[in-house]
């Protein structure tokens, strides 16, 4: 059922958070540190188990789909529109290491591209044919 896959989803965000949540406070952190990359790791990682294993219908990754297709960019949108507002209070420095990585980024497409496209097979040299054969 698709609410299985909701739950799931659900579980491991809570699961991520509380994760998240510790680490801030044994590293010294009053914030949630990585809570939601933990969250998104344990939904990949015991999806692939149980289904794997069978025990993840069709119908319950419908639910996660689900989720993923509109919780992932809102994830997104809000942590980019607080790294430009941590660039901009945090100096020059911060604004050039993120023009670095856009940089970066854009010059790795190419590559990243040509890496994603299947082989494609050359015949060998064919040799010429003698003019008695012909």
Do not use: H
């Not at 590293?27 to 540190?33: K, M, S």
Request: charged letters at 10%; aromatic letters at 8%.
């Amino acid at each position: 059922m698709i609410i299985y896959g909701v739950a799931f989803l659900a579980l491991c965000t809570l699961a991520g958070l509380f994760i998240g949540e510790v680490l801030g406070k044994l590293i010294g952190v009053p914030a949630n540190v990585g809570g939601v990359g933990i969250a998104m790791l344990l939904l990949i990682f015991i999806g692939s188990y149980l289904n794997k294993r069978g025990l993840f219908d069709k119908k319950s990754e419908q639910g996660v789909e689900f989720w993923s297709a509109v919780y992932i960019p809102i994830v997104v949108a809000m942590a980019a529109q607080q790294n430009v507002a941590g660039a901009l209070s945090g100096g020059p420095m911060a604004i050039l290491a993120g023009l670095a990585a856009v940089g970066l980024g854009f010059a790795l497409v190419p590559m990243l591209d040509r890496l994603g496209q299947p082989k494609t097979k050359t015949a060998a040299p064919s040799k010429p044919i003698p003019s008695t054969q012909r």
